[in-house]
């Protein structure tokens, strides 16, 4: 048998960076996050889950809920979902948990 090429390719596609994202946080301790929800794949059972996780691993961490913003999309997205965001003064958001 003589000499062959072979060619790789990765099947999940393109994997080039279109469009950059906020700088990660250093530390979660005494940082505030958000939770938003779109409402889909049970967030009433695994937010609390990851609330508790997060709590456990930064003591001094500040979550508000999901439940204190409105849930599905429309609400995640609206500009006044945005506003109180900001007015709560969160460092970071927990978007959705499942599409």
Do not use: W
Request: charged share 20%; proline share 5%; glycine share 8%.
């Amino acid at each position: 048998m003589g000499e062959f090429e072979l060619n790789m390719y990765n099947p999940t596609g393109a994997v080039e960076v279109t469009q950059s994202f906020a700088a990660r946080l250093p530390d979660l301790n005494g940082k505030t996050i958000c939770e938003l929800s779109h409402g889909s794949f049970q967030s009433h059972r695994t937010f609390p889950v990851i609330r508790e996780l997060l709590q456990k691993r930064f003591p001094t961490l500040r979550i508000i809920p999901y439940t204190e913003f409105g849930v599905g999309r429309a609400e995640m997205e609206s500009e006044q979902t945005m506003a109180r965001v900001v007015e709560k003064g969160c460092d970071a958001v927990i978007t959705g948990n499942a599409a």
